[in-house]
């Protein structure tokens, strides 16, 4: 059976190759993007099974517009895959005001707008599913990207608390935690600007590394979306669903650490308490 999808940042990467499989598999999608025509062969291809509309997700009042008539032309949207977004690269006294606005304006607010504009939506029919796209960066950090990870665990908290209270609704969720996956989201990093007092530190490494080209990618696009479809396709997905052994190492990895850490401060934990 054929689904309805709403897809954010279609114009690209992981939201435009998922489009094209769901449309290549017989599914109606309404792909979101920032500039008009950019899907316009598949739009010719595909006809009314895609629907295209203009979103930045830095202005709310047309998320809610969008979502409006997404639901409106479709009549059902099924899944929901909150995909938009982009990184910030600098160490924390490298960036500027701007660009931490508007980080977190798209990444964090934006996101979390666009599930607020959904869910009516989705109560009103019955139920349905969010993926948000979220990154190995919402479990673990990397040196130089601050900002970023701010965003992503930031909205995996907003998702894990909004999935209980939606639960009882029918409507549940799908994070999705890419690890550096082979996209085009190293050349739409926003830079900061480097300070000579970073050059020696982690964050200097992680920008040398970047730039010459040594920064280690083994995700593969096309088996990350199809691991997200199919994740999306099931009656029980997991809340989290890692993708990319460089995400199952790190977050292992992390987790471990943080568990090993809480457990060395069990005495100290429990000594807050009252009698």
Do not use: C
Request: charged fraction near 20%; avoid cysteine; glycine fraction near 10%.
């Amino acid at each position: 059976m054929s689904k309805t999808w709403l897809i954010t940042g279609a114009s690209s990467g992981l939201g435009r190759l998922m489009t094209e499989q769901l449309l290549a598999r017989g599914d109606r999608v309404v792909a979101t993007l920032r500039r008009e025509g950019v899907l316009d062969a598949l739009q010719q291809a595909h006809g009314e099974r895609l629907l295209v509309l203009t979103l930045d997700l830095t202005d709310v009042p047309r998320i809610r517009e969008v979502t409006r008539q997404a639901f409106e032309r479709m009549g059902r949207i099924d899944v929901v895959v909150s995909n938009a977004g982009y990184g910030l690269f600098g160490a924390a006294e490298e960036l500027s005001d701007e660009q931490i606005d508007h980080q977190i304006t798209t990444n964090l607010t934006g996101s979390i707008q666009l599930i607020r504009a959904v869910l009516p939506h989705l109560r009103a029919q019955g139920g349905g599913r969010i993926v948000q796209v979220s990154s190995e960066g919402g479990q673990k950090a990397y040196p130089n990207f601050s900002l970023y990870h701010a965003t992503k665990w930031g909205i995996e908290g907003f998702v894990e608390s909004t999935a209980q209270d939606v639960a009882p609704l029918g409507i549940d969720f799908l994070i999705v935690e890419p690890g550096p996956t082979a996209t085009d989201f190293a050349t739409g990093l926003v830079h900061g600007t480097p300070m000579e007092a970073y050059e020696a530190t982690p964050a200097g490494d992680v920008r040398r590394a970047v730039a010459d080209g040594n920064f280690e990618i083994k995700g593969d696009a096309a088996r990350t979306v199809d691991a997200m479809i199919a994740a999306a396709d099931q009656t029980n997905p997991p809340l989290r669903l890692a993708l990319g052994s460089s995400a199952y190492t790190g977050i292992k990895q992390a987790l471990e650490e943080r568990l090993q850490a809480l457990e060395a401060q069990r005495a100290v934990a429990l000594s807050a308490d009252t009698d």
